[in-house]
């Protein structure tokens, strides 16, 4: 079964992104009985992969990128603060950030306890390079993951190359080469969220 959180993200960063219009258009595309996931949900993967083909086609860009797009939107929007302030409490600089990447599926339990993501596994090749294994049984997380690095790498203000190869079960590997860690100025963060400290959020 595909979690109902996947779908209503998916959902939310179109109409963010694209317009309600867009995704009405993507909605009855994909046959869609009706037009609205619920979070907490869960529904068949034939209505996950339908949705994918139907965005393909009204977007007209291919899956991959979509799902890119997404990883940025999850680390960048607004609407997504929560989720930002997450992933920065994984480290100080994008590389303590990249080490941080093996306790993210424990720690969306912690969020929502039945959703699972596939396992993610960070090999450190030195010299500033390093391999994150994403595992399978996600179509398009790894893409996902490609989004949220180069959006994190940007919050970090770190300069990084990315790129991808597959791997085997449905596997995934993002090649992340770390050229500066300091490269700009990172997007302003700080531990205590909202004006009223730690006691909020």
């Known amino acids: ?46 209505t996950y992969s339908a949705l994918i083909g139907a965005a393909e086609t009204v977007l007209d860009k291919p899956a991959e990128a979509i799902w890119e797009d997404v990883g940025t939107y999850l680390v960048s929007h607004p609407n997504s603060e929560g989720l930002r302030r997450l992933l920065r409490f994984g480290g100080v600089d994008f590389i303590e950030f990249l080490h941080s990447l093996d306790d993210l599926p424990d720690r969306s339990r912690l969020v929502v306890a039945d959703l699972v993501l596939p396992d993610l596994e960070l090999t450190d090749n030195g010299n500033t390079q390093f391999k994150l294994r994403v595992g399978g049984g996600l179509p398009g997380f790894g893409y996902v ?22 791997g085997h079960r449905g596997e995934q590997y993002l090649m992340v080469t770390v050229i500066e860690t300091a490269y700009a100025e990172g997007r302003e963060f700080e531990l205590a969220a909202g004006s009223g400290g730690a006691g909020e959020g």
Do not use: C
Not at 34 to 39: H, L
Not at 151 to 158: F, I, L, R
Not at 160 to 166: G, I, K, Q
């Open 1 to 46: 079964m595909m979690h109902g959180l996947i779908l209503r993200t998916f959902q939310v960063f179109v109409e963010d992104t694209y317009g309600p219009g867009i995704w009405a258009d993507i909605a009855e595309k994909a046959g869609l009985e009706v037009p609205d996931f619920e979070a907490m949900l869960n529904y068949a993967p034939e």
């Open 145 to 166: 993951m490609m989004g949220v690095l180069r959006a994190m790498a940007d919050d970090y203000g770190a300069l990084v190359l990315l790129d991808t190869e597959s």
